[in-house]
């Protein structure tokens, strides 16, 4: 039959685990998130993820607007919001493109353009290059504002969707230890999820990457005050047989000097098969994505690998956000 | 509960009171509008703000298309159509980012292009640089073409919207002193609200813009030619005490043959609360936006600045217009 | 009434003529057809076309995303595919405009961009430049691809429109004469048609192009094999008399070493009203578009110029496909 079987699934309630507390709230940092909210917010994306992949949507947000105000390009994000909008049965109203051309040229401010979008949406999305532009927005918007990225500031449904991605294929958070390695310096991803992880039990905290992209002082000093377990260290192999989570970063080229001092520096930290073999048979291998070649192709098929996962996680986050914030779930 | 409060609402039709008078037309200019029609039209977008308010949208126009076919950027113009038909269950198709490159580039005429659309959709808002354009596509299209800008030509809903903020705001149109002030030579918004206003009764208009930058001599004929109550100023301060609608305008850089001319001329057109403390109690100031330096930011907190709410009523407008021209108000 | 007239049509199924034959398949290559499955691709499109043409749009993909990953831009396609799927209720997540600037400039590969793109649709439809890009994303996507261009390659939705369009034309496509005239060297599309055109019974195929831009060896060859009557000429009117199908490609500028030369080949082959009175009462003169100058626009009223027709029935083909590649029809 071509009748959608989902016509029932599609008009009926989330079981109230969200019980409202995000209703109405802005979405700016992950410092904002209490234990429980982030509880409720998991269990929702759970329902999420059991719906898309029985159903494949629900009508939950049925003539609700999403405006996606993106300042700076971000294939991922911008079409992982649009599908978890789309999926609960809203619609996406695109705004960056338009951007670069007409009204920023024409000198609008930041503020007059978010107070415009606001009227015709329900919730707004906006990805910015400046630190504090989410916030400005939400102080003008009268509508909820989620940061998806702004500047060297915070991306927090990034880290959200990797605390969900870890308890989704480890089944817990607590006790785990987490090795971030890379460039540790300039991903604010890693800055953010690191602070986020403190909200869990027993979680220790490993440190890889060259001493020039070292994690900053300031973030180290805020996770040493919440009495995490933490260690820095140069190389993978000290630290690998004891890791539950990988999480892989990018080392960007634009951050060195010379391309030889790139590659010399690179290379130390390119995630192999033949690596992998010293590490846990329950581990699993996180990356924010886009990868170039800091993990090999070749791990793709090894079933620690869940980054291609972690990017559809991302996706019921999102729709649990979304849902919560316009007061649906 | 999760099912959407609006089940009932959006099934239902409007009260009627569009009477199908602009079911199948092309929407080009705004001399195509009777006084009757206006009438519709407002009580049709004053059912849609209270719909949207009250249950966020109607499946209206759910299963029709309309494509967004813009050759020229305009963040405003296009969100504001998108969220409209959005609103009332319909889905965009939009051409605009593609066009720049692609066909256009290939050499392709309008009419082709045009032709083409129309096969895909059920309603085509149209922008282009060149004067006649929408003319042009509605001659080719075999569907209603809304005319959202054709370089100096017209912008019609524009002026429908700004007809609309004043009704909504003041309660009626007659009887009001509407001045305008800014940049009144190259305004086309500006050209077509004055010659809506001499639809209504009463009305009188008052013109405050540098020598250079006056209202064309055609216009003011045709205005003249109503028995409009008319005339030209160069200083706000004369009028300022006596208007109900104050309409600013942006004055561009580029009019200006220097920068220190160019400043010298747009400070004296500056609103400011200053100035406001001259202006009636129950007067609004409205802007077609986006805004730059024309209005001083502290003015926004004044309940007299409805120039956000102005677009907000954009949106209802063109539900308005979308509806109608579909046959479905 | 508001009441959409298709609130029943939306929701029942079609009447089985697809016998889920495409049920999760890839679209890659017109190779992939057999006649039977033509056949049953056709039914369900002139289905979709009289579903379109009465109640304007179904249901049957409603809570499906079909994304759109073009790597160059392609207005018609585009616009077509995300026409189709709007008209079955599907939503549309767009790739295209931020490929170019952030994941791919980030040096990210095709497989990992599809394997990200497929987390968060049901289908996905790509455009290429490089052959056999469509290919290497079935290949990694775990969900329907289909390609809508790749290069040099096919583009094998354009072929099947092309046959459905002489089937709604002239009723059949068997015993036909269908002659192709322009740049048949370069031209993807009348490769793939000329294969396509090998499954029906005693069709001839006619070639008439500058010998520079002769149908390539290889194509010839393929359809020699098959038993097919073909014949090249140099000269339209040696054939025009006796042709039921003229299939005008263009003649890029890009192609000549010197304008001169250019429009001194491309006026042989302009298709102009005179042209026409030579030809049969009965026959279609078709184009893939956009068109330049290859047919003068006074033919555009001759009933005999089907291609902004055709360019419908490309909607109703994809239609089609995307519901018989999502098994609902």
């Given at each position: 039959s071509g009748i959608p079987k989902s016509v029932d699934a599609a008009t009926t309630t989330l079981n109230g685990y969200g019980n409202g507390c995000l209703a109405g709230n802005h979405i700016l940092s992950v410092a904002q998130f209490t234990r429980q909210q982030l509880h409720a917010l998991f269990n929702v994306a759970y329902e999420m993820r059991q719906m898309v992949q029985r159903v494949g949507y629900y009508d939950l947000l049925k003539g609700k607007v999403m405006a996606t105000l993106f300042y700076e390009p971000s294939t991922r994000t911008c079409s992982s919001f649009a599908a978890a909008m789309q999926r609960l049965g809203g619609s996406v109203l695109p705004i960056q493109e338009m951007m670069s051309h007409s009204s920023v040229a024409k000198g609008e401010s930041l503020s007059d353009t978010v107070r415009t979008v606001s009227c015709y949406s329900d919730v707004i999305v906006i990805r910015h290059f400046e630190k504090g532009a989410a916030q400005t927005a939400?102080?003008?918007?009268?509508?909820?504002?989620?940061?998806?990225?702004?500047?060297?500031?915070?991306?927090?449904?990034?880290?959200?969707?990797?605390?969900?991605?870890?308890?989704?294929?480890?089944?817990?958070?607590?006790?785990?230890?987490?090795?971030?390695?890379?460039?540790?310096?300039?991903?604010?991803?890693?800055?953010?999820?690191?602070?986020?992880?403190?909200?869990?039990?027993?979680?220790?905290?490993?440190?890889?990457?060259?001493?020039?992209?070292?994690?900053?002082?300031?973030?180290?000093?805020?996770?040493?005050?919440?009495?995490?377990?933490?260690?820095?260290?140069?190389?993978?192999?000290?630290?690998?047989?004891?890791?539950?989570?990988?999480?892989?970063?990018?080392?960007?080229?634009?951050?060195?000097?010379?391309?030889?001092?790139?590659?010399?520096?690179?290379?130390?930290?390119?995630?192999?098969?033949?690596?992998?073999?010293?590490?846990?048979?329950?581990?699993?291998?996180m990356h924010p994505l886009p990868r170039v070649q800091e993990i090999a192709t070749q791990v793709d098929q090894d079933p620690r690998a869940v980054y291609f996962r972690q990017m559809e996680y991302g996706m019921y986050v999102r729709m649990a956000l979304l849902a919560m914030i316009l007061g649906k779930a």
């Open positions: 939400a102080y003008v918007a009268g509508k909820p504002v989620i940061n998806a990225g702004d500047g060297i500031g915070e991306h927090p449904t990034q880290a959200l969707l990797d605390i969900f991605t870890i308890r989704e294929e480890l089944g817990t958070v607590n006790g785990l230890t987490i090795t971030f390695v890379g460039d540790l310096k300039n991903g604010r991803t890693v800055h953010s999820l690191a602070l986020l992880l403190c909200l869990y039990h027993h979680v220790r905290i490993r440190y890889v990457s060259p001493e020039s992209l070292r994690m900053p002082e300031d973030v180290l000093e805020k996770i040493a005050s919440k009495g995490i377990d933490q260690r820095e260290y140069r190389d993978l192999a000290q630290v690998l047989s004891e890791t539950d989570v990988l999480y892989v970063t990018r080392i960007q080229k634009e951050r060195f000097s010379s391309q030889q001092e790139y590659e010399k520096c690179q290379q130390g930290y390119v995630i192999t098969p033949k690596l992998l073999t010293r590490a846990k048979e329950h581990m699993i291998v």
